[in-house]
């Protein structure tokens, strides 16, 4: 909804005031995105996805797109056919942030990297932050989200069940937690082996 693909059946997204449908155009301008699965076409080879994407956003610089082909380890001779998870992952990350944009919008970024890149993935996403960019982002992943949201929304079968500062949660000395079970039984259960880790405490 957020990057104009597809018709809300109610209400209207923005990105700096500006009308994901109506004023897509203008909207997009400064704004890159990474899809949860990356599809790529699959007989052409990275640098010509690379190509079209650099024609897209009006990159007429080299000099981010070379230093996140190499921060990445990205060959971008490689055709998308051959491409691993990983490998197309990289190419998308390359693709969104070679036009320095204002305001990214991920969904599972990292997914499909290995720790290594997930960890060069983070790091960029320190920097990005450092420099004013605005990251919206969805993911499961602790140390992604740790590492790159001031603001934490969890979402629960399409509604959202809490919303909070990160630094709320990394410094509150007490946490209180809401615990719901489906049935009468299991919480008596639960109730039963709180009972008996407790005694084992003693």
Known sequence: HLMGFSIPDSGETFIRGQSSLKERDIMMQGVSYIPGEVALPLALRGSDVIAEQ?????VTDDTML?????????????????MSLGMKRKTAIVCAFMNDPDVIVMDEPSSGLDPEMQEKFIRLIELEKKRNRTILLSSHIFQEVDACCDRITIIKDGKIVSAFQADDLKHKTTKRYRLRYDTPAHAEEARKKLLAAKEDAR
């Open 54 to 58: 650099k024609k897209l956003k009006n």
């Open 66 to 82: 070379n230093w996140l082909i190499s921060t990445f380890e990205l060959d971008p001779s490689l055709y998308c056919k051959e």
